[in-house]
C-alpha cells in the first residue's frame, strides 16, 4: 500500500511538471539563466551554463558523488584545453563550477577528449579518456582519480590490447552490499589493422592495476561494434550495451542497421556472458537538416532499489522512423533474457527530431531520460532540451521540458560544423534528476549547461 501511494504522488508531481514545460514553450528563444535551486519542489531546475566558453565544448556525461549528492562531476571535450580533455566538478549541487584541464600523457600517448566519469562509494572521483599517441596508429584508455575534483593522480593505463581503442565507458561499483563494491570497470572498442573487439578493464584496487578481458568475438570487416555503456547492479553483476553492425563493405553500417547488443559478468568482470541480441534500430544518416553527425549510445540502467521494479534493465537509444528520429526505451525484468518492444519517451505529436538521450535509474526506482528535441521549432532545425520520469517501471515518460532556449545544432563551433558531441548525460543527486547537454543558444558555439527536475 505504500508504495502505491508513492508511485501516486509521484505520477502527480511528473504530470504536473509537464504543465510547467507547456507554459516554457511560450517563452521561445529565452536565455539560460539561474542557479541550481527552485522551489517549491516539484520543478525544473533553472539550466546553468558548467563550461565557462571562450572556445566550444562538447561531450556531457555528468555523475553524482554517492556519499555527497552536492558533489558533481561533468566531463568534456573542451576546446579551451591543450588536448581537448576537461572535467568541472561542483561542490554546491550545480551552482558553481571548476575547470580542470588534463594535460598528463602515458609516456607519448596524449589525451584526446571524449571523457567518462563516475565516484566510487569513497566518494574518489575518476575520469576515464582515450589517449592517442602523436604520429601513429596506436592509443589506449587510461584513468585518473581524485579526492576533491581539482587536485588529479597521474593516468593509469587500463585498457590497451591493440592498436586503437575507442567508444569507452567508466563504471564504478558503488552498491555496498555488493562483494565487489568499488571495483573499477572500463569498457571499450579496439580496432586492430584488419579487426575490431570489445573488451572490458576491470580494477579492485581503485584503479592502480587493471586486467582486461575480451567481451565478443573479434570482428572482421564489414562487421564491428561501437559505442559501449555499463551499469552495475546491488549484487555487484556489471551489464555492458552496445552497438554491432554487420554491414560494409566500405563503410561502418552502410545499411543504416544498428543491432544493439548486451552481455553481463557476475564475477567482478573476468568472465562475460555470451552476447545477445536486444534491439534493432534504423540509424538514418545524421542530424536532418545539418552536417551534424548523431551517435546512437545505447545509454543502460538497473533499478538497485527495494521497489516494485527492483531489478529490472532499461536502455534508451534513438530510432529513425523513415520521417524523424525518434527516442526509445527497452526494458528487461529477467536479468536481460528477455526484451520489451520499444516504448517512445515523447507523445505520438512529436514528429519532430529526437536525438543524444540518455538515460539512468534513481536509488528508489525512477527512471529518468533526458534528450534533445525539436518539437517547438517548426523548421525543425532548432532543438531544447527534454526530460522524463517512468514511476512505472518505464512504461509511460511524462514528458517535461528543461528549457526554454533554441540551440542550433550547426553553431557547435567546429570546423566544417560537423560535429557537436557524442553523448549527453544525467544522473541522480539524492531524489533530483540532473541532467546535462550540449548547448548553443549563445549562437556561436556549444557550452555544456547542466538542469534537470526537484523531486523533493
Same mark, same amino acid.
Given at each position: 500500500?505504500?508504495?502505491?501511494?508513492?508511485?501516486?504522488?509521484?505520477?502527480?508531481?511528473?504530470?504536473?511538471?509537464?504543465?510547467?514545460?507547456?507554459?516554457?514553450?511560450?517563452?521561445?528563444?529565452?536565455?539560460?539563466?539561474?542557479?541550481?535551486?527552485?522551489?517549491?519542489?516539484?520543478?525544473?531546475?533553472?539550466?546553468?551554463?558548467?563550461?565557462?566558453?571562450?572556445?566550444?565544448?562538447?561531450?556531457?556525461?555528468?555523475?553524482?558523488?554517492?556519499?555527497?549528492?552536492?558533489?558533481?562531476?561533468?566531463?568534456?571535450?573542451?576546446?579551451?584545453?591543450?588536448?581537448?580533455?576537461?572535467?568541472?566538478? @561542483? /561542490? #554546491? %549541487? +550545480?551552482?558553481? *563550477?571548476?575547470?580542470?584541464?588534463?594535460?598528463?600523457?602515458?609516456?607519448?600517448? &596524449?589525451?584526446?577528449?571524449?571523457?567518462?566519469?563516475?565516484?566510487?562509494?569513497?566518494?574518489?572521483?575518476?575520469?576515464?579518456?582515450?589517449?592517442?599517441?602523436?604520429?601513429?596508429?596506436?592509443?589506449?584508455?587510461?584513468?585518473?582519480?581524485?579526492?576533491?575534483?581539482?587536485?588529479?593522480?597521474?593516468?593509469?593505463?587500463?585498457?590497451?590490447?591493440?592498436?586503437?581503442?575507442?567508444?569507452?565507458?567508466?563504471?564504478?561499483?558503488?552498491?555496498?552490499?555488493?562483494?565487489?563494491?568499488?571495483?573499477?570497470?572500463?569498457?571499450?572498442?579496439?580496432?586492430?589493422?584488419?579487426?575490431?573487439?570489445?573488451?572490458?578493464?576491470? @580494477? /579492485? #584496487? %581503485? +584503479?592502480?592495476? *587493471?586486467?582486461?578481458?575480451?567481451?565478443?568475438?573479434?570482428?572482421?570487416?564489414? &562487421?564491428?561494434?561501437?559505442?559501449?555503456?555499463?551499469?552495475?547492479?546491488?549484487?555487484?553483476?556489471?551489464?555492458?550495451?552496445?552497438?554491432?553492425?554487420?554491414?560494409g563493405p566500405f563503410y561502418f553500417c552502410t545499411n543504416n542497421k544498428g543491432n544493439m547488443v548486451f552481455s553481463k559478468s557476475i564475477d567482478g568482470g573476468n568472465s562475460w556472458s555470451r552476447p545477445t541480441l536486444m534491439a534493432t534500430v534504423t540509424l538514418g544518416n545524421g542530424i536532418p537538416n545539418t552536417s551534424v553527425g548523431a551517435e546512437n549510445y545505447p545509454a543502460i540502467g538497473v533499478d538497485n532499489s527495494n521497489g516494485p521494479h527492483a531489478g529490472n534493465l532499461y536502455v534508451v537509444m534513438y530510432n529513425w522512423t523513415g520521417t524523424f528520429m525518434q527516442v526509445q526505451v527497452i526494458r528487461s525484468t529477467d536479468g536481460g533474457n528477455t526484451w520489451s518492444k520499444p516504448v517512445p519517451v515523447a507523445p505520438a505529436s512529436d514528429t519532430h527530431d529526437q536525438f543524444f538521450p540518455w538515460l539512468s535509474v534513481s536509488p528508489t526506482g525512477l527512471v529518468g531520460v533526458s534528450w534533445l528535441d525539436r518539437r517547438n521549432d517548426p523548421a525543425n532545425i532548432d532543438y531544447q532540451a527534454f526530460a522524463a520520469i517512468s514511476t512505472d517501471g518505464g512504461q509511460t515518460f511524462p514528458n517535461v521540458q528543461l528549457t526554454t532556449a533554441f540551440s542550433n545544432p550547426n553553431n557547435n563551433g567546429y570546423v566544417n560544423n560537423g560535429w557537436m558531441g557524442d553523448y549527453t548525460g544525467n544522473t541522480w543527486a539524492g531524489p533530483d534528476f540532473v541532467a546535462a547537454w550540449m548547448d548553443s543558444s549563445n549562437g556561436v558555439d556549444m557550452q555544456d549547461v547542466v538542469g534537470g527536475i526537484r523531486l523533493h
Amino acid at each position: 500500500m505504500k508504495a502505491r501511494i508513492l508511485h501516486s504522488i509521484l505520477l502527480v508531481a511528473v504530470v504536473a511538471l509537464v504543465h510547467v514545460g507547456t507554459a516554457q514553450a511560450q517563452a521561445a528563444h529565452s536565455a539560460n539563466v539561474g542557479l541550481i535551486s527552485c522551489t517549491p519542489a516539484p520543478c525544473v531546475l533553472p539550466p546553468t551554463q558548467a563550461s565557462e566558453g571562450g572556445a566550444e565544448v562538447a561531450n556531457a556525461p555528468i555523475v553524482s558523488d554517492p556519499l555527497n549528492p552536492m558533489h558533481l562531476l561533468l566531463g568534456a571535450n573542451d576546446a579551451n584545453c591543450q588536448f581537448d580533455l576537461g572535467a568541472f566538478v @561542483s /561542490s #554546491d %549541487g +550545480g551552482s558553481s *563550477w571548476n575547470r580542470t584541464c588534463f594535460t598528463r600523457g602515458v609516456g607519448l600517448d &596524449a589525451p584526446a577528449g571524449l571523457p567518462t566519469v563516475t565516484y566510487d562509494r569513497r566518494g574518489v572521483a575518476y575520469v576515464a579518456s582515450v589517449y592517442r599517441h602523436y604520429g601513429y596508429l596506436q592509443g589506449l584508455v587510461a584513468v585518473q582519480s581524485s579526492t576533491d575534483g581539482i587536485n588529479w593522480s597521474k593516468p593509469v593505463k587500463a585498457l590497451q590490447e591493440g592498436q586503437i581503442p575507442s567508444d569507452a565507458w567508466l563504471a564504478a561499483d558503488t552498491n555496498p552490499t555488493s562483494p565487489h563494491v568499488n571495483g573499477l570497470y572500463v569498457s571499450a572498442v579496439v580496432h586492430y589493422a584488419n579487426s575490431s573487439r570489445v573488451y572490458v578493464s576491470h @580494477s /579492485s #584496487d %581503485g +584503479g592502480a592495476t *587493471w586486467q582486461a578481458v575480451p567481451v565478443a568475438p573479434s570482428q572482421i570487416p564489414p &562487421a564491428g561494434d561501437a559505442y559501449t555503456n555499463m551499469t552495475v547492479g546491488k549484487d555487484g553483476t556489471v551489464y555492458l550495451a552496445w552497438m554491432y553492425c554487420d554491414s560494409g563493405p566500405f563503410y561502418f553500417c552502410t545499411n543504416n542497421k544498428g543491432n544493439m547488443v548486451f552481455s553481463k559478468s557476475i564475477d567482478g568482470g573476468n568472465s562475460w556472458s555470451r552476447p545477445t541480441l536486444m534491439a534493432t534500430v534504423t540509424l538514418g544518416n545524421g542530424i536532418p537538416n545539418t552536417s551534424v553527425g548523431a551517435e546512437n549510445y545505447p545509454a543502460i540502467g538497473v533499478d538497485n532499489s527495494n521497489g516494485p521494479h527492483a531489478g529490472n534493465l532499461y536502455v534508451v537509444m534513438y530510432n529513425w522512423t523513415g520521417t524523424f528520429m525518434q527516442v526509445q526505451v527497452i526494458r528487461s525484468t529477467d536479468g536481460g533474457n528477455t526484451w520489451s518492444k520499444p516504448v517512445p519517451v515523447a507523445p505520438a505529436s512529436d514528429t519532430h527530431d529526437q536525438f543524444f538521450p540518455w538515460l539512468s535509474v534513481s536509488p528508489t526506482g525512477l527512471v529518468g531520460v533526458s534528450w534533445l528535441d525539436r518539437r517547438n521549432d517548426p523548421a525543425n532545425i532548432d532543438y531544447q532540451a527534454f526530460a522524463a520520469i517512468s514511476t512505472d517501471g518505464g512504461q509511460t515518460f511524462p514528458n517535461v521540458q528543461l528549457t526554454t532556449a533554441f540551440s542550433n545544432p550547426n553553431n557547435n563551433g567546429y570546423v566544417n560544423n560537423g560535429w557537436m558531441g557524442d553523448y549527453t548525460g544525467n544522473t541522480w543527486a539524492g531524489p533530483d534528476f540532473v541532467a546535462a547537454w550540449m548547448d548553443s543558444s549563445n549562437g556561436v558555439d556549444m557550452q555544456d549547461v547542466v538542469g534537470g527536475i526537484r523531486l523533493h
